[in-house]
T-cell receptor, first 115, second 110 residues
Framework: DVKVTQSSRYLVKRTGEKVFLECVQD?????MFWYRQDPGLGLRLIYF???????EKGDIPEGYSVSREKKERFSLILESASTNQTSMYLC??????????????FGEGSRLTVL | KNEVEQSPQNLTAQEGEFITINCSYS?????LHWLQQHPGGGIVSLFM???GKKKHGRLIATINIQEKHSSLHITASHPRDSAVYIC????????????FGKGTLLTVNP
């Protein structure tokens, strides 16, 4: 079974702190994603990576950066956390398909609270 | 208007009932996904389809490309089916951007 593991289920940080969210997948997937999920807004893509060191901005990249130094690991970085980044963060991975995402495998999510 | 609309937003059923959740979209797509999210839990992919019909156990997903519509059916519903069901579409030409519906909250009472 594919396993996508997110490093922390719950985090509480202070405004201005640097925050790292880690995601590891064990099925050699090329594609990895970071989403945030907010009530009433649904899932929104922050960043996508299709290979090591390769990334694409999603719909809401402002205030975030990402790192993919190894194929299995995709990190989301909040350089200076703000209260409006309080949210549920979900990592996902998939094999690529031509013209489509491929079946998505999600982690359990990281609930971040910024005070 | 959202590009992906789900109906109903909330659905309450009795155990054993046949459930239908609908998803309509307004853009050309290459694939449609149905996802399930239990309260407090992660998201599980149920189906990915680009035409026709797929079945896994008590779950059936159909898609009509011409009508830009998909349905998720649950036969013989059970309380463990209680979850949020999310429809998402791959827009034609994009191999990574998904547009998500807002989800349908299903509650199945024993």
């Amino acid at each position: 079974d594919v396993k996508v593991t997110q490093s922390s289920r719950y985090l509480v940080k202070r405004t201005g702190e640097k925050v790292f969210l880690e995601c590891v997948q064990d099925m050699d997937h090329e594609n990895m994603f970071w989403y945030r999920q907010d009530p009433g807004l649904g899932l929104r893509l922050i960043y996508f990576s299709y290979d090591v060191k390769m990334k694409e901005k999603g719909d809401i990249p402002e205030g975030y950066s990402v790192s993919r130094e190894k194929k299995e690991r995709f990190s989301l970085i909040l350089e200076s956390a703000s209260t409006n980044q309080t949210s549920m963060y979900l990592c996902a991975s998939s094999f690529p398909l031509t013209g489509a995402t491929g079946e998505l495998f999600f982690g359990e999510g990281s609930r971040l609270t910024v005070l | 208007k959202n590009e992906v609309e789900q109906s109903p937003q909330n659905l309450t059923a009795q155990e054993g009932e046949f459930i239908t959740i609908n998803c309509s979209y307004s853009v050309g797509i290459s694939a449609l996904h149905w996802l399930q999210q239990h309260p407090g839990g992660g998201i599980v992919s149920l189906f990915m389809l680009s035409s026709g019909k797929k079945k896994h156990g008590r779950l059936i997903a159909t898609i009509n490309i011409q009508e830009k519509h998909s349905s998720l059916h649950i036969t013989a519903s059970h309380p463990r089916d209680s979850a949020v069901y999310i429809c998402a579409v791959n827009r034609g030409g994009s191999n990574y951007k998904l547009t998500f519906g807002k989800g349908t909250l299903l509650t199945v009472n024993p």
